[in-house]
């Protein structure tokens, strides 16, 4: 078996792509989650292109990594001086990092045309960068960048720039698609060609503007390069670079000959945390998931259809390549307008329910029935819970609406302000609770209301909290008049769950999502106290945590 080494772009090249901003706190702590994973070498940045940087390394030289080695990211000499005058050589001694990678012309149209120097000035310019440091106890890997243009224009030349990066002691030749263009076949004949020309191990770095990169990764390992390249996630410049993540997933568990991230989580691979890396630096870098991302995204592992569902439930490999487990995901199987009995008994634990034919026909009817109007389930686990136990006869609420108001007073005396106030009126067993609170928007205020109302016969409340609020338009051309679908997402520390409301007033759907997200929860809770309402039956939780 080989062994290939990851390394990590995320710090720098990944910083690069739009909307992509991390802190210094923020760098080190990916750092650290890197070195966790099993990471063999993670790019920190350019310590000469700003401050952050230089201090990234100085922080980062502090810390114990485990497994990986740091690796300071710089350009080859400037022209016309010497690599020892250099201020970029001297930052990136300065970094104190075992590791130096250097970026250098390897096509010559760049050489010529951007570069503006002559091809062999720039040969001198390669084997002087990467001697000097050599020279200095330093490990260098050569960046080869536009090497796979540069190959297809002048083969000839390209290969000169490798060996006089040779010459100057690099232990990598790092092949670089930095345009994206390559697509797979070839860059398994041309690293095929490379390796019989040198004697030092390739590594590839892969830009995804073709959306292969990940396939031009594996064809380039396949073909014999030793090291790959690469950023959590895919971000990075423009279209974004191979993403780490489905890169090492498609090693460890797709090609069977390759071993990769052996020394993360101790004696756990690293393998099986890819999910939860994955979605740390998504959150760290304050962007969104990508449901369908292959291995991690949410959808991974969702199913929708009803006879997919069906083939689940008797097999998994009938619709799963992996097992989600061996990647940290998890299965989730999703109801919808699309689905069919086989999801609904797969989303039920109650055996009333799960094998009650007639009751899943009504709860899959209602269902269909709602979504036409706008409603979604996929994400609202709660809602869909109590829908279940509404079609069952078992729903008993903690408390009936009897009515509720909401007041936005907008004043010009004070330039900005607006007040909103929600007045609530609920009965909880026989008694009824009026109460008004004020709050930062409608919601905010309908929540806080709605809480004064139960806090004194339900004080353990206080646990939950929302966690997200968003609002969709769900029939746009209807204009202001058109239907809006309101979600929220709940915790009480514990669990996370999600409730659902949609109207043509977007304050009635926020206290129908509200409203469900507190049945839930108190129905739960009051079921573990074994707190039972002052009517008779009690309401089971129907959905599978």
């Avoid at 945390?273 to 990508?290: C, G, I, Q």
């Avoid at 086989?342 to 989303?347: F, K, L, Q, V, Y």
Wanted: aromatic share 6%; charged share 20%.
């Amino acid at each position: 078996m080989r062994t290939i080494e990851i390394y990590d772009t995320t710090l720098r090249d990944g910083s690069q792509g739009e909307g992509v901003n991390f802190s210094l706190e923020d760098k080190l702590a990916v750092a650290s989650r890197l070195d966790e994973a099993g990471v063999d070498y993670i790019e920190g940045g350019y310590p000469l292109s700003n401050p952050k940087d230089a201090q990234f390394f100085e922080r980062a030289s502090r810390i114990k990594f485990q497994t990986a080695k740091l690796c300071a990211f710089g350009m080859t000499r400037r022209r016309g001086v010497e690599a020892s005058q250099d201020p970029g050589m001297r930052a990136l001694l300065e970094s104190n990092t075992p590791i130096i990678t250097i970026v250098g012309k390897t096509s010559s149209f760049h050489v010529e045309t951007v570069l503006g120097v002559s091809l062999d000035e720039n040969l001198e310019m390669i084997a002087d960068t990467v001697s000097y440091l050599t020279s200095e106890a330093r490990n260098v890997f050569y960046d080869a960048e536009h090497f796979f243009d540069g190959w297809k224009l002048d083969a000839a030349y390209s290969l000169q720039t490798l060996r006089a990066a040779i010459k100057g002691g690099a232990t990598r030749l790092i092949l670089c698609d930095t345009n994206g263009g390559t697509l797979p076949t070839e860059i398994a004949s041309i690293v095929t060609d490379v390796s019989k020309s040198v004697d030092v191990p390739l590594g590839i770095h892969c830009h995804n503007d073709c959306d292969v990169a990940v396939a031009n990764t594996l064809s380039a390992i396949n073909a014999g390069c030793v090291q790959a390249q690469g950023t959590i996630n895919g971000i990075g410049e423009r279209c974004g670079n191979a993403d780490v993540i489905s890169v090492v997933a498609n090693l460890a568990l797709k090609l069977s000959e390759f071993k990769v991230l052996t020394h993360g989580h101790g004696t756990d691979s690293g393998v099986k945390h890819l999910t939860e890396l994955s979605r740390f630096v998504y959150e760290t870098a304050n962007m969104s998931y990508r449901p369908g991302q292959a291995f991690v995204g949410s959808s991974a592992f969702a199913h929708k259809g009803g006879m997919h569902v069906h083939a689940i439930a008797k097999s998994t490999k009938s619709y799963e390549h992996i097992s989600p487990e061996l990647v940290g995901n998890s299965r989730r199987v999703l109801v919808s307008e699309l689905s069919g009995r086989s999801n609904i008994a797969a989303m039920v634990s109650r055996p009333d329910v799960k094998n009650d034919r007639n009751l899943l026909d009504k709860v899959l009817q209602k269902i269909c029935r709602l979504e036409n109007e706008g409603w979604q389930f996929e994400a609202a686990d709660a809602s869909f819970d109590l829908l279940v136990d509404r079609c069952a006869g078992t729903y008993h609420p903690q408390f009936e609406k009897v009515s509720y108001n909401v007041d936005v007073e907008s004043s010009d005396s004070i330039e900005g302000t607006v007040r909103t106030e929600a007045t609530v009126k609920i009965m909880v067993g026989n008694t009824v609770r009026h109460e008004v609170a004020e709050g930062d928007g409608p919601v905010n205020a309908l929540d806080a209301a709605l809480r004064k109302a139960l806090a004194l016969i339900f004080p353990h409340l206080k646990t939950m909290q929302l966690l997200d609020y968003k609002v969709r338009v769900i029939n746009a051309q209807e204009g202001t008049a058109a239907r809006v679908r309101v979600s929220i997402q709940s915790t009480d520390g514990e669990r996370v769950w999600g409730t659902v409301g949609v109207s043509e007033n977007v304050i009635e759907a926020s206290w129908l999502a509200l409203a469900d997200s507190f049945h839930f929860f108190l129905a739960a809770t009051c079921e573990a106290r074994h707190q039972a309402p002052s009517h008779e039956g009690q309401r089971h939780p129907s959905v599978k945590s």
